[in-house]
């Protein structure tokens, strides 16, 4: 069985069919094993996250900086027409505040380009974390075969939980799974 991340509408979607089918079922229901995984915990633990997480914070600092200089060109470009406009043309005046326009227009359309909703900083994100993810599914779907589950949810998303045990939590199995030990940090999930 292939498994995969959900987005939040799929995985309530999923939920919901797994409640109503337990409602319409009880005897069915009482067959069901269910189990969760916090995934965001699991991804905490797995050590190739940090290294993730360093290339996206220097990839999102360098850009940050670029975005700043190019902001305090801008800035330089305003202080000096403000110091300067008496001495302007209304030609040189308006050519003026186009640049100044256009300039502030770069620096909006390259942040936009980094850190918009489909910027490069969420595509690097989604790139580097895709093998880690595929890792967590995995796991999880040996631990779920190998204990019986019929289903197992991310904890972590965004998924209605009117209840859940901490006895069907397979977060430190699946991160065992993966070969993290998991022993020496239990304190602190």
């Known amino acids: 069985m292939q498994v995969s991340f959900l987005g939040p509408r799929a995985l309530q979607a999923v939920l919901a069919g797994v409640i109503l089918g337990l409602g319409l079922s009880v005897p069915a229901a009482a067959q069901q094993k269910i189990g969760y995984v916090d995934t965001e915990y699991v991804l905490s633990e797995m050590p190739e996250y940090a290294t993730v997480q360093q290339k996206l914070d220097k990839l999102e600092q360098k850009w940050q900086k670029e975005i700043e200089q190019r902001r305090q060109k801008v800035q330089a470009l305003e202080e000096e027409f403000e110091a300067r406009e008496l001495l302007y043309t209304e030609e040189e005046r308006k050519r003026k ?93």
């Open 97 to 189: 505040q186009q640049a100044i326009q256009k300039a502030r227009k770069e620096v909006e359309q390259l942040r936009q380009r980094y850190f918009g909703p489909e910027g490069e900083l969420y595509t690097r994100q989604k790139e580097l974390m895709r093998p880690l993810q595929e890792r967590i599914l995995e796991a999880t779907q040996s631990v779920a075969t190998a204990d019986g589950y019929d289903y197992v949810m991310d904890q972590k998303g965004e998924a209605l939980f009117l209840y859940a045990s901490d006895e069907h939590d397979l977060s430190d199995r699946v991160l065992r799974e993966l070969g993290i030990n998991v022993d020496q940090q239990s304190g602190q999930q």
